[in-house]
């Protein structure tokens, strides 16, 4: 099973007191321990990395960034960059749902998802729910 992992996913594993953490922590490793390939994006990480930073220290921003590291070496974790293609996909999404309250980062998500044909997504985002993904705890 291939599973995107958002920004709420990783936040929820790296920060303690998130009201998701014990949750998110036990389904990390449970999917990392049944073999699944677990993918994210450069623009995950960035947003990731700048929350930890401006919400808790610049020491966990570089932990976290150490976690993604040591995940993508030993193959358990692949970073998608978003490129043309995709950011253009990301712009019909953003349009074409106008009425919901999706950030821009969340449309270039459901487009990597879509072309890489992902239906699992580690998040507690419910705009996930939305757009038709399974989400750990749907």
Same mark, same amino acid.
């Given at each position: 099973?291939i599973?995107?992992i ?10 303690k007191?998130?009201k998701?953490? /014990? =949750?998110?922590?036990n389904y990390?490793?449970r999917i990392l321990?049944e073999? &699944?390939?677990?993918i994210t *994006? ?5 947003e ?11 020491g ?10 040591q995940a993508?070496d030993e193959d358990?974790l ?5 490129? /043309? =293609?995709i950011f ?5 999404i953003?349009?074409?749902? &106008?009425?919901?309250?999706f *950030?821009?980062?969340?449309?270039t ?18 705009d ?6 399974i989400l750990?705890?749907?």
């Amino acid at each position: 099973m291939i599973v995107f992992i958002d920004t709420s996913g990783w936040l929820a594993v790296a920060i303690k007191n998130d009201k998701n953490h /014990r =949750k998110a922590v036990n389904y990390y490793k449970r999917i990392l321990n049944e073999g &699944n390939l677990l993918i994210t *994006s450069d623009y995950i990480i960035d947003e990731t990395i700048t929350r930890l930073r401006y919400d808790l220290s610049y020491g966990k921003a570089i932990q976290f960034k150490k976690l993604i590291d040591q995940a993508e070496d030993e193959d358990l974790l692949r970073i998608e960059w978003i490129d /043309r =293609k995709i950011f253009d996909k990301a712009i019909s999404i953003f349009r074409k749902y &106008n009425d919901q309250l999706f *950030s821009f980062t969340d449309c270039t998500s459901f487009a990597l998802c879509e072309e890489n044909n992902i239906k699992n997504v580690f998040a507690y985002d419910d705009d996930f729910i939305t757009m038709g993904y399974i989400l750990p705890y749907s």
